[in-house]
């Protein structure tokens, strides 16, 4: 079997900070990584689609971290064509406008190409300890499967290169019939992994559990199976505790995977510590120590 490696989708929530599940000891940023990390061998950064990160972050995360511990890096909304809050873009390059939200196409065209360059070169210090896994690109569910959005795939693998992308589609246009061996084909031949997902089913944004490998790495994102998913409550939202004969029944599909790729595995169920807890047992039934 291949490596799998176990985390979650955030280490600093506020809510995972009210839980008790961190020691009173970890009373600082500094000793919650050092905690979270005796734990798992990942995290997921999702912090950075809502704000890019700044240089001195990913050093603190690279110089606080052990030397065999891997950051995913979710990228910033702005270039995924999700709705960005202009406070959030680097002060300099922000558009003059009333608008609350804005999209790529209301940033003049070299600000948009030095978000991208800033974006990317603040991760410098995850790449140079080699702490780097992958981007996680979460497209929004309007993008769907067309030929200029297959040809945005590839500028943006192209753009983060020799970074790795990992690709998470969000609308059901991209598995809709023979689409989904289209889909999978095409991630393949460009070697781009698949972000295979398990989340709640009959939603406009709902992707089936897909389970594949389209290149040398596979990853797998757990959103739970809450009744509100589409509550704008993010804790409502993602607020599902998986129980153990759940996490059980994906044992044999994920050491199936694995056999094919190295597998990333992150719980994004992150309400209190529910998805540090599933991280704990998914690692024990899969017979994995840290």
Known sequence: MGEILVGTASWTDKTLLASGWYPESADTAEKRLQYYARKFPLVEVDATYYSPPAESTAQLWADRSPADFTFNVKAFSLLTGHP????????????????????????????????????????????????????????????????????????????????????????????????????????????LPFVSVDMPQGHKSSIPPVLEATSDLAVVRFHGHSE???????????????????????????????????????????RGDFAQRNAETLMDFLGLQR
């Open 228 to 270: 509100h998913w589409t509550s704008k409550d993010i804790y409502e939202k993602f607020g599902y505790l998986y129980p153990d004969r759940e996490l059980k029944s994906w044992v044999p599909k994920l050491e199936k995977l694995a056999q094919a790729a190295r597998t990333h595995v992150l719980m994004n169920n992150c």
């Open 84 to 191: 960005t809050k202009v406070s959030a873009i680097y002060k300099d390059l922000r558009p003059e406008t009333d608008k609350k939200n804005v999209y790529p196409d209301d940033l003049p065209p070299q600000a948009y190409e030095d978000v991208w360059t800033r974006f990317l070169s603040a991760l410098d210090p995850l790449v140079a300890a080699g702490k780097l896994g992958v981007l996680l690109f979460q497209f929004p569910p309007w993008f769907t499967i067309r030929r200029a959005n297959k040809q945005y795939l590839l500028e943006v693998a192209k753009r983060c290169s020799p970074l790795r992308i990992a690709v998470e589609l969000r609308h059901e246009s991209w598995f809709a019939g023979d689409n989904q061996a289209e889909t999978l084909d095409f991630l393949r031949k460009h070697e």
